[in-house]
C-alpha cells in the first residue's frame, strides 16, 4: 500500500514568493496532519483535519500559513509571502480513528528561503 | 499539560554495544498512548511502536525492546547489539489525551544515536 505522499521533496525560492506544499494521504485514513521540523523548535503541529475539516490550527504561525483539504485525498499547505524563517522540513502524516492510532508521515518537504 | 522528555540529546555507542533512550512523559489523563518514531539521515519518521496507558507490558521485536513503567511515567526504549544502521533521531510522543479523540501527537525532542563501526 503506498504511504502518506509529499510533493515537491525540495523547494527553493526566494522570499517574498508563494509556496504551495501538497500531502495525499493514506486512503482511508480520516485525520491528517501538518508538522514543521526545525533544529530549534523540534516537530511541531501546525494544523489538523478530520474528515477533511480543519479541527486545530492554533499551531500555524501566522496569517502567512493556510492550510486547506478539499478532499480526502488531498491537501495543502501554502505560505504567502514567504520568508527566510519559514525554512524548516514539513511534514504530512495521516491516521486512523484518533489518538489511539499511530500517525504515518510522508517523508516531508524541505523547504528553503533564500 | 501533557509533556514529553528526552534527555538525552545525543547517544555515541560502538557497535554490538546495547544502549537505551529515555522518555519521560506528564500527562493528567489516565488514558494515553505512547510512540517511538525513528528518523534515519534520510529524514523520513518511521512508526516504530505503540503503547496505551493500561498495558504495562514490556514488549520486545527483535534486537529492539520497550520498557513502559507508569510508576515513573517512562517509557524506554533498549536496542541490543546496535548496528550501524540503527544511526538516527529517535523520537518519543505523546498522544493528545483532551476532551476529543484527536491522535494529536506531543513530541519530545529527540536523542541522536550514533553508532560507530
Known amino acids: 500500500d503506498a504511504g502518506v505522499i509529499q510533493s515537491p521533496r525540495h523547494e527553493v525560492t526566494e522570499m517574498g514568493q508563494e509556496v504551495t506544499l501538497r500531502c495525499k494521504p493514506i486512503?482511508?485514513?480520516?485525520?491528517l496532519f501538518w508538522y514543521r521540523q526545525t533544529m530549534m523548535r523540534g516537530l511541531e503541529l501546525l494544523i489538523y483535519f478530520n474528515n477533511n475539516v480543519p479541527i486545530d490550527d492554533s499551531g500555524m504561525p501566522e496569517d502567512r500559513f493556510s492550510a486547506k483539504m478539499p478532499n480526502a485525498s488531498f491537501s495543502t499547505l501554502k505560505i504567502q509571502p514567504s520568508e527566510p524563517r519559514d525554512s524548516a522540513v514539513y511534514f504530512c502524516?495521516?491516521?486512523?480513528?484518533?489518538?489511539?492510532?499511530?500517525?504515518?508521515f510522508g517523508d516531508g518537504t524541505r523547504l528553503s528561503i533564500l | 499539560a501533557q509533556k514529553v522528555t528526552q534527555a538525552q540529546t545525543e547517544i555515541s555507542v560502538v557497535e554490538k554495544e546495547d544502549v537505551t533512550l529515555d522518555c519521560v512523559y506528564e500527562?493528567?489523563?489516565?488514558?494515553?498512548?505512547l510512540f517511538w518514531y525513528k528518523q534515519p539521515p534520510s529524514g523520513e519518521l518511521v512508526f516504530l511502536i505503540r503503547r496505551n496507558s493500561f498495558d504495562e507490558q514490556n514488549e520486545i521485536s527483535g534486537r529492539y525492546s520497550w520498557n513502559f513503567q507508569k510508576s515513573t511515567s517512562s517509557f524506554n526504549f533498549t536496542i541490543t547489539a546496535s548496528q550501524v544502521v540503527d544511526s538516527a533521531v529517535y523520537f518519543c510522543?505523546?498522544?493528545?489525551?483532551?476532551?476529543?479523540?484527536?491522535?494529536?501527537?506531543?513530541f519530545g525532542q529527540g536523542t541522536t544515536l550514533q553508532v560507530k563501526p
Open positions: 502524516a495521516s491516521s486512523v480513528q484518533g489518538r489511539s492510532q499511530p500517525q504515518h
Open positions: 500527562t493528567r489523563d489516565t488514558t494515553y498512548y
Open positions: 486512503s482511508g485514513h480520516d485525520y
Open positions: 510522543a505523546l498522544s493528545d489525551a483532551g476532551s476529543s479523540n484527536t491522535g494529536k501527537l506531543i
